[in-house]
C-alpha cells in the first residue's frame, strides 16, 4: 500500500514570513489537493492539481501559492503567514476520475507567532 | 444554506449502542464519501457511494442523491470509533476532478 507524507508536522513561522508545507504520494496517484481545517469549520480545498505542472485554485485560494514539481509531490506556500491562518492543513491524493477515493496525510498544523 | 449539513455535531454513545449520522444537500450530488478523523489527525475513507448502501462490518452508509442525504449507521459502538466522522459530496460540475465539499464533521465520543 502506499503513503502520503506531509512535512513539517508543525511549521511555526512569524506574522508576514513566507511559509512553505510539502506533501509527497507514492501512490503514483495523478491528482493532490491541498485542503485547510479550521476548527468548526471543516475542510476547504485551497488547490489542487490534476498531473504534474498542473495547478487549480479551489475555494480558498488567496494568499497561498503552490506547486507540483512532480507527479509525486505537491507543495503549499503560505505567502504572509498571518494570525488567523492557523489551522491544520491537510494534503490528499487521488485517481484521476471519479469513483475514486481521496487518501489524507496526518496533516500540518501552521502556528503563527 | 451549507451545501452540504451534517447532523449532529456532537454524539456520545456507551459501548454497544447503535447510532446514526446524517449529511443532507442543497443541491443534487453525485457521490458521498465518508471519513473517520482518528486521534493522529489522518483522514480515512470509510465508504464512497455512487448511489444506494454499502456495508462494512459495524459501518453502513446509504447515499441518496435524489433525496439529497447521505445515512452513517454504527451499530454496537465500539471505544475505537471516537473520533470526528466527515460526509463529503462531489457536486455534478466537479467533473473529473474529485472536489468535494466537506460537512462539517461530526464529533463522536464513545464512551465504556
Known amino acids: 500500500g502506499g503513503i502520503i507524507t506531509q512535512t513539517p508536522k508543525f511549521l511555526i513561522g512569524q506574522e508576514g514570513q513566507k511559509l512553505t508545507l510539502k506533501c509527497q504520494q507514492n501512490f503514483n496517484h495523478d491528482t493532490m489537493y491541498w485542503y485547510r481545517q479550521d476548527s468548526g469549520k471543516g475542510l476547504r480545498l485551497i488547490y489542487y492539481?490534476?498531473?504534474?505542472?498542473?495547478?487549480q485554485k479551489g475555494d480558498l485560494s488567496e494568499g497561498y501559492d503552490a506547486s507540483r514539481e512532480k507527479k509525486s509531490s505537491f507543495s503549499l506556500t503560505v505567502t504572509s503567514a498571518q494570525k488567523n491562518e492557523m489551522a491544520v492543513f491537510l494534503c490528499?491524493?487521488?485517481?484521476?476520475?471519479?469513483?475514486?477515493?481521496?487518501?489524507f496525510g496526518e496533516g500540518s498544523r501552521l502556528i503563527v507567532v | 444554506g451549507m451545501p452540504v449539513e451534517q447532523n449532529p455535531p456532537a454524539l456520545s454513545l456507551y459501548e454497544g449502542a447503535d447510532s446514526g449520522l446524517r449529511c443532507n444537500f442543497s443541491?443534487?450530488?453525485?457521490?458521498v464519501q465518508w471519513f473517520q478523523q482518528n486521534h493522529r489527525g489522518r483522514l480515512i475513507t470509510l465508504f464512497y457511494?455512487?448511489?444506494g448502501t454499502k456495508e462494512n462490518g459495524r459501518l453502513k452508509s446509504t447515499f441518496n442523491s435524489k433525496e439529497r442525504y447521505s445515512t452513517l449507521h454504527i451499530k454496537d459502538a465500539q471505544l475505537e470509533d471516537s473520533g470526528t466522522y466527515f460526509c463529503a459530496a462531489e457536486g455534478q460540475e466537479a467533473g473529473n476532478t474529485r472536489k468535494l465539499i466537506f460537512g462539517l464533521g461530526t464529533t463522536l465520543q464513545v464512551q465504556p
Open positions: 490528499a491524493s487521488s485517481i484521476i476520475g471519479s469513483g475514486n477515493t481521496l487518501y
Open positions: 457511494l455512487a448511489q
Open positions: 443541491t443534487t450530488m453525485k457521490s
Open positions: 492539481s490534476i498531473t504534474e505542472n498542473d495547478l
